[in-house]
């Protein structure tokens, strides 16, 4: 069995209320923390742990909380963000439902951490229930003594405020998220200044995703070692991925970093295989953004080594023949799923989900959706899909904020692994309708 | 230490400049093809920039502490230089092709209606796209449109040919006392509008209409009353309670067609005028004149010399092309 920190009591009846927590065990990262711990000591364990951030870019968090600016007389904020929004990933929401304490004691932790006594947790505007169980968890909290003025007597003060968001994927990115915070649209910054210079209202402000600022409990309750001693490499402790996709078990798994892709897949411990006796077509690792990769490519690398669930091994052979960990969305296609059509799916969800600052990513998702509409319903011409790569190739890497790349990594990895099948579509429009093209021929790459 | 100066090159020409500079502004300073093209940066709004990313350039050396090159292209108008940059604009054929490409997304949902466009002449999209754009569209599909909403009897705004540059909204929160139009909606939807169609109305609104890069916010009391290249700009001011009152003349003939801010050699207002300047001022009595505005050699308006035809010596031995130019050959010979 592998470790747990984060579920490890997730099956323990009523372990959302404050009582059932704290009887499991809960809360003694605070106790901890504040009598025995200097706030430096928090983020020096932070960054022994080697923790990264979980929300999709992997930066690690002890680094992050480093590069906080100090300046005498100015208040800091940590902001959790909670607008999970990435199509594929839904363990942030999991987390927030049934075990919302775990959260709040992260924050309290990672607040004392920073120095900061007001947080907010911006929570996705649609994830309504969440929102409720999370304000319930924070009001428990209080009523406890754990939230408040003068936190268990150490003279630590702290408010956890939860801020709904209005429900778009753009306000997941950071610099966005502080706008919708403070009221404004919500367009993401330009960077620099970085949040950690000037955030929130102008002051110093770190960022989490749900899941890190969970992870920094077990950091705390055992020590940073200990939780690096998970993992392989930089990669270090556990993870939740959220599986869906045709498979026989998909839900919510918290794995150590470095399970082998196929037995996540395939195992009885986790994900049970592909649903209906169907055979594996492809695998999206870490969330709609992150490239789409082939069986072959997804279960082992080019270099033929085993692909693991780590940062490393995920994004061995860069984008050409590798992936992302992403935020942990893990989606699986089998045989009878249309590859043109998911892209399509995901490209009009991006072409929603644009902000309209950057022309690129503002003309550019809505073009690129045009076109894969076309194709998906036999209208399309062989030179649409170079067109499809130049659209993507201009948007990628020239916007202010990632959504713009999100955008274009889908569609450029659908065109490179999947070439095959976008033809097949533009040749055989009428075939392409009534059924699937079916698995990719192995070996078949279009690099560049 | 405030002399200290910043040493950095763009596309190999060397320039000094203080710490803080957008790297943009350095390039302005050493003048020339070199200056990337900025469709939403304008130096005296604060806040402007790094939306239309048509001033990506290439920084290959970070500085002179930390040489590593950055790792994607940078909106020039909104990163700030360090020492020992290197810079490559026209030099970095990436920045050529991102360029590129942006000005292709620029226009696939632009109307193209630069013969009734009031801005043709003077807009900075067409002058982009003669520069960088494609001969041909790749968009096989229907152009964006928008429902047109009225704001107001001296502005006209023209959606569909709007680039959401942001400008104008920030010279609404920046010039004028309250802002009644902002952005609406999200995405390549996004519009400007007013709350529920209300008129813009401020002292200095107007100026929307001078920082607006296309033809999306154009002059109501301009409208259809002259190319732009027929109309001869002349400096002017008077004594305005409200505003500098430093503006351009736009002549046709006697006549003063519109009034607008002087504009610098990148497009840019340095000072902005009211309204009463703007829109109700004229008369040539109600002016003190200087001088004809200097006219960028580049510039449409330049090469029209002021409605005189320069015959090219091919029409001069072809009686085919003297007949068909009969009436600006006629108009010349008027002017001598």
């Given amino acids: ?448 | 230490m405030a002399d200290e100066k910043f040493k950095i090159t763009i596309d190999g020409i060397p320039v000094e400049v203080a710490p803080g500079t957008t790297i943009l502004n350095a390039a302005r300073q050493i003048g020339g093809d070199i200056v990337p093209p900025a469709m939403c940066y304008y130096s005296t709004l604060e806040g402007s920039g790094g939306k239309c990313r048509t001033c990506l350039v290439k920084v290959s050396k970070g500085s002179e502490k930390d040489p590593r090159p950055m790792p994607k292209l940078v909106a020039s108008c909104r990163t700030t230089v360090m020492d020992g940059m290197e810079v490559q604009n026209i030099t970095s054929p990436d920045v050529l092709d991102a360029r590129k490409g942006v000005v292709e997304m620029l226009l696939i949902n632009h109307p193209l209606d630069c013969p009734v466009c009031d801005q043709a002449g003077e807009c900075k999209l067409q002058d982009l796209s003669y520069e960088h754009g494609l001969a041909e569209t790749r968009y096989a599909f229907k152009r964006r449109t928008f429902e047109r909403i009225d704001i107001g009897d001296k502005i006209q705004l023209h959606m569909n040919r709007c680039i959401l540059c942001y400008r104008c909204v920030f010279v609404a929160d920046q010039l004028t006392e309250k802002r009644e139009h902002g952005i609406i909606h999200r995405g390549d939807h996004a519009e400007i509008s007013t709350f529920i169609e209300n008129a813009l109305d401020s002292d200095f609104i107007g100026n929307v209409i001078d920082v607006c890069p296309v033809g999306a916010l154009t002059d109501k009391t301009f409208r259809f009353k002259s190319r732009v290249w027929f109309s001869k700009p002349v400096d002017a001011h008077r004594d305005c309670p409200t505003c500098s009152g430093k503006v351009t003349l736009w002549y046709k003939g006697e006549e003063v067609l519109r009034v607008t801010g002087r504009k610098d050699e990148y497009n840019e207002v340095k000072e902005f005028i009211c309204d009463t300047c703007r829109f109700e001022k004229k008369k040539t009595a109600d002016w003190v004149l200087e001088e004809p505005t200097p006219v960028s050699k580049q510039s449409v308006i330049d090469a029209n010399h002021y409605g005189i035809f320069n015959p090219p010596p091919v029409i001069k031995e072809n009686t085919r092309l003297q007949e068909a130019n009969e009436e600006q050959l006629a108009r010349t010979e008027r002017l001598k």
């Fill in chain 1, 1 to 448: 069995m592998a470790r747990k920190l984060l579920l490890a009591h997730i099956d323990v009846p009523g372990i959302h209320t404050f009582d059932v927590y704290r009887q499991k065990g809960g809360y003694r990262a605070v106790e901890k923390a504040l009598k025995s711990m200097s706030p430096d000591d928090v983020v020096e364990e932070v960054k022994k742990s080697g923790l990264r951030g979980r929300g999709g870019a992997g930066f690690p968090t002890g680094m992050k909380w480093g590069f906080l600016a100090k300046p005498e007389g100015v208040p800091r904020y940590l902001v959790c963000n909670g607008d999970e929004s990435e199509p594929g990933t839904f363990k942030d929401r999991f987390l927030m439902t049934y075990i919302p304490h775990l959260l709040i004691e992260g924050m309290i932790v990672s607040s004392y951490a920073l120095g900061a006594h007001t947080s907010y947790i911006y929570i996705r505007g649609e994830m309504m229930p969440q929102i409720r169980i999370v304000e319930k968890a924070i009001a428990e909290a209080k009523a406890a003594g754990f939230l408040g003025k003068n936190i268990l007597g150490t003279g630590y003060d702290l408010e956890i405020h939860v801020q709904p968001g209005g429900g778009a994927y753009i306000c997941g990115e950071e610099t966005a998220l502080l706008e919708s915070l403070e009221g404004e649209r919500g367009n993401p910054r330009i960077k620099p200044p970085f949040p950690a210079v000037a955030g929130l209202y102008g002051c110093p402000t770190v960022v989490n995703n749900v899941e890190s600022i969970a992870a920094t409990v077990p950091i705390v309750n055992d020590g940073g070692e200990e939780y690096a001693k998970i993992g392989i490499e930089r990669s270090t402790g556990t993870k939740l991925i959220s599986a869906g996709g045709n498979l026989v078990r998909p839900g919510v798994y918290e794995i150590e970093m470095g399970l082998s892709m196929e037995e996540f897949i395939y195992s009885e411990e986790y994900c049970g295989g592909i649903a209906n006796g169907r055979r594996l077509k492809a695998v999206v690792a870490g969330g709609s953004s992150v490239p789409i990769l082939p069986t072959h490519l997804a279960l082992k690398t080019a270099k033929g080594e085993p692909r693991l669930m780590t940062y490393e091994s995920l994004a061995d052979g860069g984008f050409v023949t590798g992936t992302a960990m992403g935020s942990g969305g893990f989606i699986a296609f089998d045989e009878d799923q249309c590859i043109v059509r998911n892209t399509l799916n995901f490209t009009r969800f991006y072409h929603h989900e644009s902000c309209g600052q950057c022309s690129p990513c503002r003309e550019g998702t809505g073009w690129m959706e045009k076109v894969l509409h076309k194709i998906e319903y036999g209208y399309g011409d062989m030179s649409d899909i170079d067109l499809l790569w130049d659209i993507q190739k201009n948007i990628d890497g020239n916007t202010i904020c990632p959504l713009g790349d999100a955008a274009a990594w889908p569609v450029a990895s659908a065109i490179r692994h999947f070439r095959e099948e976008f033809e097949w579509h533009i040749l055989q429009p009428e075939e392409a309708q009534t059924r699937n093209f079916g698995l990719v021929s192995e070996g078949v790459m279009n690099p560049e």
